[in-house]
């Protein structure tokens, strides 16, 4: 019985983040209130409360339903001992990801244009930048791992050259979801990537007509 009450509360929770996700989206995160998240859910407004302190806490445990796996991927990929190679390759997957699965997609287009950093969603800002500098000495991590074993010297300092790639990356998913149709995402990056990492010094960059 207990069990069953642990499963049914789980599935609840997943109701809510699901009926979230849908709501945000559509109509935006400000203009979504917890009562249309539960009804949306087929749940009650405390319900969401049994689960999450706020809509901001709702919004986190949103977000990390589908954020952590790739930030586990970004840590995986600039180990001390990995290669700028395997940072491309991650990144070139998250960019798939985001074209091929609907809920990443759904999700980051959320994060990127339908939220509003207010008094009552600093959390969430936080939690935005706590990701996007975490990643970024993830990336300083790995050049300078990788133009150690190189034995080169990069041009820009790695910090400076940790950010561009961020906001590289950052960049084209925020312009693909304002307008899938303006341009291939995941061929744009995977070329794009190529060539700012070439500029650093890291491998070769593609032929002008490739």
């Excluded at 041009?155 to 084209?172: K, R, W, Y």
Aim: charged share 25%.
């Amino acid at each position: 019985m207990v069990r069953r009450t642990k499963e049914e509360a789980q599935e609840t929770r997943q109701r809510l983040l699901d009926a979230a996700e849908v709501l945000f989206q559509s109509q935006g995160v400000s203009q979504t209130t917890l009562q249309q998240i539960a009804q949306q859910a087929g749940a009650t407004r405390g319900a969401i409360y049994w689960h999450f302190k706020d809509k901001a806490d709702l919004f986190n445990a949103m977000m990390e339903r589908v954020t952590l796996p790739l930030e586990a991927a970004v840590q995986q990929a600039t180990k001390d001992d990995g290669s700028m190679e395997s940072v491309e390759a991650m990144m070139v997957e998250a960019l798939k990801l985001v074209t091929t699965d609907p809920q990443m997609r759904r999700v980051f287009e959320v994060a990127t244009h339908k939220v509003e950093y207010t008094h009552d969603m600093q959390s969430v800002h936080r939690r935005h930048l706590d990701a996007r500098n975490e990643c970024v000495v993830d990336f300083e991590k790995a050049m300078v791992a990788e133009a150690r074993r190189l034995r080169i010297k990069l041009p820009i300092p790695a910090a400076a050259a940790a950010n561009g790639l961020h906001a590289l990356i950052d960049g084209l998913i925020k312009n693909w979801l304002l307008d899938p149709e303006a341009f291939d995402l995941v061929s744009t990056g995977r070329r794009t990537f190529r060539v700012y990492l070439a500029g650093l010094g890291f491998g070769k960059s593609e032929p002008s007509g490739g």
